[in-house]
């Protein structure tokens, strides 16, 4: 009897009625993911293509959008949006808008296979930068590797302050003969200090073709 009731919402979807931003919490039926107010106001903060790219110790790191003092409680909203169920759709949305970017890109270089490698979990649980990084596949048609697992016992991110990130550490599982010859991605959703991308490249042997992808560049400002 109850299958009969709900079959029909199932069809044709009411149940889009009912949802809700995970962001500002209002309701903006029917939606896919952020409202459109949200939507207009995470757009406002992408970087334009030739701002992408930065310099991170000796690798290039390239970013969609900077977290500043200005966005900061916004970015926060964001980012607790991906508890929920919508974290595909959002890594979706924010690889295409990064692929637009960054397609032409001189320092995009054909001339060896890009992989992308996704930033461990300190868990046995996927967390963001995998699933980041599996969007960037889909888009962009390239293969990605979980080729470093975390060595020895951290302190969560959340504790930490700046200054006693740098301890971070990575085995890497992947021959690095396998490795040779082709362009490493260092994935991760947020950089900040830049210790867990340092950590990736040494752990990879310091190659010249090493660059650090990611959706945020969380800069250093009095709120960690």
């Known amino acids: 009897m109850f299958e009969r009731i709900f079959e029909p919402l199932r069809e044709y979807k009411i149940w889009n009625w009912f949802r809700h931003c995970p962001v500002c919490r209002q309701s903006f039926p029917p939606m896919e993911w952020l409202c459109a107010h949200c939507l207009q106001k995470l757009k406002k903060n992408y970087l334009e293509p030739q701002n992408l790219m930065r310099m991170q110790s000796s690798f290039r790191h390239l970013r ?26 959002f890594f979706q949305v924010l690889a295409q808008e990064f ?14 296979p890009l992989i992308l ?17 599996q969007a960037l596949g889909e888009q962009f048609g390239l293969s ?36 040779k010859n082709k362009n490493l991605i260092f994935v991760d959703d947020v950089v900040t200090s830049g210790a867990t ?28």
């Open 64 to 89: 969609l959008i900077d977290w500043t003092q200005e966005n900061d409680s916004f970015i926060r909203a964001v980012l607790m949006s991906l508890k929920g169920p919508r974290r595909s759709l």
């Open 144 to 179: 990605v590797y979980q080729a470093l697992s975390p060595l020895g016992s951290h302190v969560s991110q959340k504790t930490k302050k700046l200054s006693l990130r740098g301890d971070r550490k990575f085995l890497l599982k992947e021959d690095k003969q396998n490795l």
């Open 117 to 133: 490698i996704p930033c461990p979990s300190r868990d046995s649980l996927k967390d963001h930068g995998f699933f980041w990084a």
């Open 197 to 224: 991308a340092k950590a990736a490249y040494l752990a990879f042997g310091k190659p010249e073709s090493f660059m650090v992808w990611s959706i945020f560049w969380r800069r250093n400002f009095n709120q960690c």
């Open 99 to 112: 692929f637009m970017r960054v397609q032409y890109l001189p320092s995009l270089k054909r001339d060896h």
